[in-house]
């Protein structure tokens, strides 16, 4: 059963940071790209950044310079490194899998992880 676990998830203030991470298993990760995905009340999901199977990342805009997105192969491990956290970042993050490329869409990566909820105040 291919499954998805994030965690890391937290309230932090406004400057602070965390790592999340997405526990892939049921499938060979390796062999295609993740990504991670956010949601906040009311709103749509939101793309923060994607990792190819060769590693190559890509980072939404909003959060460019601020978030980094990295993998450990041999943990089948997916990370999201938040930094300078704002309050606009805070929504449940999810962690997706499974697509060939490493879109920015939610339609191409077929496997999700339940999310992990990011809470930052000021």
């Known amino acids: 059963q291919v499954q998805l676990v994030e965690s890391g998830g937290g309230s932090v203030q406004a400057g602070g940071s965390l790592r999340l991470s997405c526990v892939a298993s049921?499938?060979?990760?390796?062999?295609?790209?993740m990504a991670w995905f956010r949601q906040a009340p009311g709103r749509e999901r939101e793309a923060v950044a994607a990792?190819?199977?060769?590693?190559?990342?890509t980072v939404a805009a909003y959060v460019k310079g601020r978030f980094s997105i990295s993998k450990d192969n041999a943990k089948s491990t997916l990370f999201l490194q938040m930094n300078s956290l704002k309050g606009e970042d805070s929504a449940m993050y999810y962690c997706?899998?499974?697509?060939?490329?490493?879109?920015?869409?939610?339609?191409?990566?077929?496997?999700w992880g339940r999310g992990t909820q990011v809470t930052v105040s000021s």
């Open positions: 049921g499938y060979n990760a390796n062999n295609y790209a």
């Open positions: 997706a899998g499974g697509a060939d490329v490493a879109a920015m869409t939610p339609a191409r990566y077929p496997h």
């Open positions: 990792i190819s199977k060769y590693g190559i990342a």
